[in-house]
């Protein structure tokens, strides 16, 4: 007999991003799961036939927080129709946990953790390493202050490390339009054709070196938290200075342009958000573009594209040697060849055996 999970999902349902995003595994090893007597259906609102399964996943997107906790008199009222439930911290960063529902899940699943979990035993200002670290330094102030649950020993054996957006598909709007995104759309919504022929493919990203900028980095700076944007508004003002340099820092462009200048840059130059990973990684090395961004070597998160100077350059969070760094990517089509190959090589397993046996692995030892 199998076994029944339900997923409730909020956005997602109503885009893409279901079918090519996150959640695309799913799809991908339908089959696989089938063989392991596991059935998967997505929900975007819990009814009766929701609770109707032996396990139920919840993604923590759907449920509405109180200054900034998730509201648990809700998972109480679930706890009591279904014991089964999982939750995924879909939060952006390692820092920001949701610790206040252990109590009610069986397992907490996060797209990335902090290598060092002592870490979930203390207070950080601002909820993050790196906010933490510039309102100690820079006597940063936050309009509010960042209140979080901190981890109770007696929940630790429910963290998981899951898996991040490296997964997921990117749609093709280079080639395709957005009446092409629509029908893709249409065509997975309700014909039930899953082909994935509009995701953006791999490039090749040597030719014409001459030609091609030589830095991209648009990045929102508009963060409520002071905190939170410090590093990326600092970052732009070092890239400001750049002299000599094409380079792309300002403006907006929409994704058919973005994809376009994405490829045709030497450097992609990222920081932290409101979370460590950015999917603007994962699309430079699907691009054909190598990237810099702050120093993740205390981030647990697989696909893991982030192993300095093999896949990635890093910089550290007061952009020492920074300067010289991005003169050497930019200087250093090996270099910038070597780390796109390996980081490539990476997202590439995701959707190889390697990935499936991840998955199908993750899949059994969350409700196991």
């Not at 598909?169 to 995104?181: G, V």
């Not at 629509?182 to 082909?195: A, G, S």
């Not at 981030?299 to 952009?319: A, K, Q, R, V």
Request: charged fraction near 30%.
């Amino acid at each position: 007999m199998k076994q029944k999970i339900n997923i409730l999902i909020n956005e997602e349902a109503r885009k893409l991003g279901l079918y090519y995003g996150f959640w695309n595994w799913f799809f991908i090893f339908e089959k696989d799961l089938s063989d392991l007597n596991i059935k998967v259906n997505f929900f975007s609102s819990m009814n009766d036939k929701f609770f109707n399964a032996d396990h139920l996943f919840l993604n923590s997107r759907s449920f509405p927080k109180i200054n900034n906790r998730i509201d648990t008199n809700i998972l109480k009222k679930l706890y009591l129709k279904n014991k089964n439930l999982y939750w995924f911290d879909m939060r952006d960063s390692a820092g920001t946990t949701q610790f206040e529902v252990l109590p009610f899940v069986k397992k907490y699943i996060k797209k990335q953790f902090y290598k060092d979990k002592k870490t979930y035993f203390k207070k950080l200002r601002g909820g993050r390493f790196y906010t933490d670290h510039y309102i100690k330094k820079y006597s940063l102030k936050d309009t509010e202050e960042y209140d979080q649950e901190l981890l109770d020993n007696s929940h630790f054996s429910k963290l998981i490390l899951g898996w991040n957006l490296g997964v997921a598909f990117f749609f093709d709007y280079i080639n395709f339009s957005k009446l092409d995104y629509f029908f893709e759309l249409i065509k997975f919504k309700y014909l039930n054709q899953k082909n994935f022929k509009m995701k953006l493919p791999f490039y090749q990203n040597w030719n014409d070196d001459n030609n091609k900028n030589d830095f991209f980095s648009l990045m929102n700076t508009n963060f409520y938290r002071i905190s939170v944007g410090y590093q990326r508004t600092k970052l732009k003002e070092i890239l400001r200075d750049f002299e000599n340099k094409n380079k792309i820092v300002e403006g907006r462009l929409n994704k058919k342009k973005y994809y376009q200048v994405l490829r045709n840059s030497k450097v992609s130059v990222g920081a932290y958000g409101w979370g460590e990973v950015c999917y603007r990684e994962f699309e430079a090395t699907i691009c054909g573009t190598a990237f810099m961004t702050a120093d993740m070597s205390n981030i647990e998160t697989w696909p893991n594209i982030y192993y300095d100077g093999e896949t990635y350059l890093s910089y550290d969070l007061d952009f020492k040697n920074f300067n010289h760094k991005l003169e050497t990517l930019i200087n250093d089509v090996n270099l910038r060849k070597k780390l796109v190959n390996n980081s490539r090589d990476i997202l590439k397993d995701c959707h190889s055996s390697i990935g499936k046996d991840y998955f199908l692995k993750k899949i059994q030892e969350i409700i196991n």
